[in-house]
Antibody, heavy 121, light 113 residues
């Protein structure tokens, strides 16, 4: 079964740091570009970051650029998101998602259940 | 960034009736490599992650019932549920993937009237 399982979401104070993890199973992890997508309470989906299959290319939303860092460890079938200088507006459910196929365009066919990050004092 | 605007924000439809959701992009989302529209639709039921329904504007993902259909080109797109079922209650979101960053519409909530 193709599966993504996120972890690491907690309550953190503004200015704090956090590292999210996503473990993949059921497919060849190092074939796919992976994404983090977030959803603030009651809001729509917001793409956060992507990393290509070999880790050679990373992209970020302007809202997180310079504060968040995406990485992956293909030997561990794992995706990460290092979140620094957190703001209250980063409060959201964070999803790990996989591209539909190994391809150059990015629509997401596999999603985890998400992990909740709350930034509050 | 390409802005995706959905309408309406919500709609209530009787069981068995048609539901129509619109999505408009701030610029054309035609992919030059294959001349297809890089537009996807997702369904998100309460408490669940999004589920891919349609990509390339009109291609149904495997296992998606044929009552779901996508249409449109350029900047204007539509998701149609031809005969609404109780299990279709959800938020539906469009996404463009022609240009990075990929961007999503704000979502349309579909309920039973």
């Amino acid at each position: 079964e193709v599966q993504l399982v996120e972890s690491g979401g907690v309550v953190v104070q503004p200015g704090g740091s956090l590292r999210l993890s996503c473990v993949a199973s059921g497919f060849t992890f190092d074939d796919y570009t992976m994404h983090w997508v977030r959803q603030a309470p009651g809001k729509g989906l917001e793409w956060v970051s992507l990393i290509t299959s070999d880790g050679g290319t990373t992209l970020y939303a302007d809202s997180v650029k310079g504060r968040f860092a995406i990485s992956r460890d293909n030997s561990k079938n794992s995706l990460y998101l290092q979140m620094n200088t957190l703001r209250t507006e980063d409060t959201a459910l964070y999803y790990c998602a996989r591209d539909f196929a190994p391809q150059k365009v990015h629509y997401m066919a596999v999603w985890g259940k998400g992990t909740t990050v709350t930034v509050s004092s | 960034d390409i802005v995706m605007t959905q309408s309406p924000d919500s709609l209530a439809v009787s069981l068995g009736e048609r539901a129509t959701i619109n999505c408009k992009s701030s610029q054309s989302v035609i992919y030059s490599s294959n001349n297809k529209n890089c537009l996807a639709w997702y369904q998100q039921k309460p408490g669940q992650p999004p589920k891919l329904l349609i990509y390339w504007a009109s291609t149904r993902e495997s296992g998606v019932p044929d009552r779901f259909s996508g249409s449109g080109s350029g900047t204007d797109f539509t998701l149609t549920i031809s005969s609404l079922q109780a299990e279709d209650v959800a938020v539906y979101s469009c996404q463009q993937y022609c240009v990075n960053p990929v961007t999503f519409g704000g979502g349309t909530k579909v309920e039973i009237k």
